[in-house]
């Protein structure tokens, strides 16, 4: 009796601890207006070096487009394992992407960077459209982008 | 002629399980086609199905899961088609007319092929979210 209740103890523990780990993040990318096809996006995490962590959602959905998303293709290797499951529909002009998802605290405060690369038909390709630390400070901020994202903002 | 039909199916299901290989536990972006490769017909039969509709077959490809064929129609008019690999129905057709078209041509590209109705097996797409991601556009 006194094993099974340490054992529940452990297991409720483990349980607790493992949720407090990940946390609900929104990421709103609100785009340009432009004359052009819908954009293909990667959002990505990366250390501070700019070094490739994640996927975090791929907008787009005919992969052999992806390789125009030049700075995640390099990173992710363009592996389909890398966005299995999180991929969707292009974003037209002028329109909103709201990505929700749980993203571990490790990667909160702890230097890592939220980027964007974005790129339309015909049209240029932005490695770094955005880049932002993901910080609790930075959280519900919106920042400029460089190309076809006029605003990025992340929400805890 | 006997081997060399059985050499074709041997290569056909050597490529059929590369590619199983390669696509177990995983899902690939959207493709507009997405016929299983084991069913897919030889372009040679399509290239005959189109050149005996008077078409001038430049070309067949694939692009995203589909043969696509870029040529001219018996009426010179330069075409660009997709077709659904297994079944060898169009699904797309883009046509520039010289000036003097007629659409009518073009009405009865129905079902060339139905192979026992392409055994009706599509990918399953098990899709498993790393994140549990979700996005709405707006």
Redesign the interface.
Known sequence: MKHLVIILCLFSASALSTQSFAREVVLTTELQSYSGNGAYLAIYLTNAKGQYQ???????????Y?KHLTGWARGSGLR??E???????S??SG?????????ADTYIDTGFQLRVDSSVEDMRDNRNDVVVPLTSEGAGKPVNGNGYVKTFTYSF | MKNAIKNISNNKRITAFIASCLLSGTVLAKDDCTDPVTDWQPKEQLRQIMEDKGWDVKRIKVDDGCYEIKGLDRNGHKVEAKFSPASLRVIELEIKFNGSGDTSDYLDLGIQYSPEESGAKMNSKNKAAKHKAKAIID
Do not use: F, N, P, R
């Not at chain 1, 959602?57 to 052999?64: D, L, T, Y």
């Not at chain 1, 329109?95 to 993203?103: D, H, M, P």
């Open positions: 994640d996927t975090l959602w791929i907008a787009g959905q005919k992969s052999k992806y389909t394992s966005y299995d499951g999180i991929s969707g529909a974003v037209t329109k909103t992407l709201t990505v929700s998802l749980e993203l």
